[in-house]
């Protein structure tokens, strides 16, 4: 234990790093996932393509591709963009808790947007055929209906997205990211203790993925008060 | 308007409806004057309630013209929403909506169409409540309540929006036998107080004793249409007498 003395406060701000990109990625991750299952229910032809490219692309390659992609592939594109304006420019450098963000957000986000489309097709019918008879035009319908009763269904698939991107801030620090598997990788160079430092990276995951376990059994319940709880 | 008692408050003329290259309305022609009560009946694919569906344009006819109360059925979304208001209608799987209670069921759509506020709209959702002799389900959710008690929940929350006109399908074709007296009552009592009603239904008792008028249909058109004593005695088309003999043979 005495190897760690030195290291906590670096495991911290690993910590708290890993919750910050967790927070941003699940906003972006959302707005995705809502986006591509919006495209993939319109009847526009274009949007629909587009959206089956994201879901193909980013579900059929390998996470850590996509991070390292994404962050080489915008360095060029903006330092390319730079050099129109300063030809002195070498090298635009993309903040990694960025590039990192984005690219976990667009991988989960491609399998959120699944899990929404299927979970808006889950709505019964029934349910809107009445809203409508009762004369509520289609936007009242899709607050106060379609968006009720698909939560509830999209709830248990999307509590596995985020446990997902919890997980793959882990992968950010191949970019260099200083979240808590970076930490653990400069710790193991000094004390030369690998197996102690990963596993404290190990129970910090942990930690994470147990709590959002439980929001979400926690809000499951709070949504199925009306339903299988109310028998 | 002047004709406003001589106007039907139904005018359906010539509708064709088709899904695809199958035609679900062929030809129909049905006026349906304020206070009338019809039934309308048929074998199963007849187009009975794609016939009522297209009176609050659930489905688009394809053809024809439907006016409801002086109103035309059209792509303009505005008629559309003010036939929809004067226009209730009450499924056969009741169709309430899972994650609201009771009288929260019947009070959105008063708030959100009508405008009515939050007080308002829970004091005439308790007063139909009562009606449908269910105001202690109030705080409930429809999962809690038997099949019967959520069809009458489903009236109630059709009759908070006060229309001219109520649309039933089939309202107790998915209710276990010993349920479908205490739907049929609530419907005979809104009978008895004049509402406008067009009912597709198999249960010919009700249609007897409450009926103005029986419509009969099959293969999309309106074979027969008579007054209860008349349609049940007497029927005229071929068609008729052998639906009438298959579902009247127990």
Redesign the interface.
């Known amino acids: 234990m005495e190897v760690l003395t030195g290291w906590w406060d670096d495991y911290l701000w690993g910590a708290v790093i890993v919750a910050k990109v967790f927070a941003a990625s699940l906003l972006l991750m959302v707005l995705f996932g809502l986006i591509g299952a919006a495209a993939k229910l319109s009847d526009n032809r274009v949007a629909q393509k587009i959206a089956n490219g994201y879901t193909v692309i980013f579900r059929g390659t390998p996470e850590i591709l996509v991070i390292l992609l994404l962050y080489f592939g915008s360095a060029i594109v903006l330092t390319a963009i730079a050099q129109v304006f300063d030809p002195d420019i070498r090298f635009v450098d993309v903040p990694p808790f960025w590039a990192g963000t984005i690219a976990i957000a667009l991988i989960v986000g491609s399998y959120a947007t699944e899990t929404f489309r299927g979970a808006f097709l889950g709505v019964k019918p029934g349910s809107i055929e009445a809203a409508r008879a009762l004369g509520m035009s289609p936007l009242q319908t899709f607050i106060y209906i379609r968006i009720p009763e698909m939560w509830r269904i999209a709830l248990p698939p999307f509590g596995n997205h985020m446990l997902s991107l919890v997980k793959d801030t882990a992968l950010i620090s191949i970019i260099g990211l200083n979240e808590t598997l970076f930490v653990a990788k400069q710790a193991i160079t000094v004390t030369g203790k690998p197996f102690t430092m990963y596993i404290v990276v190990g129970i910090i995951y942990l930690g994470f993925s147990s709590l959002i376990t439980l929001s979400v059994m926690g809000i499951e319940k709070f949504g199925n008060r009306t339903t299988v709880g109310a028998r | 308007m002047t004709d406003d008692n001589s106007r039907p408050l139904i005018q359906m003329v010539k509708v064709d409806k088709f899904f695809g290259s199958f035609q679900a309305l062929r030809n129909i022609d049905l006026e349906v004057q304020k206070g009338e009560r019809i039934v309308i009946c048929g074998p199963s694919g007849s187009g009975k309630s794609t016939l009522i569906r297209c009176i609050?344009r659930?489905e688009k006819h394809n053809a024809g013209e439907i006016i409801i109360d002086g109103i035309e059925l059209t792509d303009k979304v505005e008629d559309i929403?003010a036939v929809?208001?004067e226009?209730?209608?009450v499924?056969q799987?009741?169709?309430?909506?899972?994650?609201?209670t009771i009288v929260k069921n019947l009070m959105?759509?008063q708030q959100?169409?009508r405008k009515t506020s939050k007080d308002e709209s829970r004091k005439l959702a308790m007063r139909y409540l009562e009606r449908v002799k269910i105001p202690e389900q109030a705080d409930?959710?429809p999962?809690?309540l038997s099949g019967g008690q959520q069809q009458r929940v489903?009236i109630a929350?059709?009759l908070c929006?006060e229309p001219e006109i109520i649309l039933f399908d089939e309202p107790t074709s998915a209710l276990d036998p010993e349920m479908i007296n205490e739907v049929l009552d609530v419907m005979v009592d809104l009978a008895k107080e004049g509402m406008t009603m067009i009912c597709v239904t198999h249960e010919m008792g009700f249609a007897r004793s409450v009926a103005d008028r029986i419509i009969f249909m099959d293969e999309g058109e309106i074979v027969e249409q008579a007054e209860p004593a008349a349609f049940f005695d007497n029927p005229k088309s071929e068609r008729t007498r052998a639906f009438l003999d298959q579902i009247l043979s127990h």
């Open positions: 609050n659930l929403d929809r208001r226009v209730g209608m499924f799987n009741f169709n309430l909506f899972p994650h609201m959105i759509a959100l169409v409930k959710y999962i809690q489903a929350r059709a929006m």
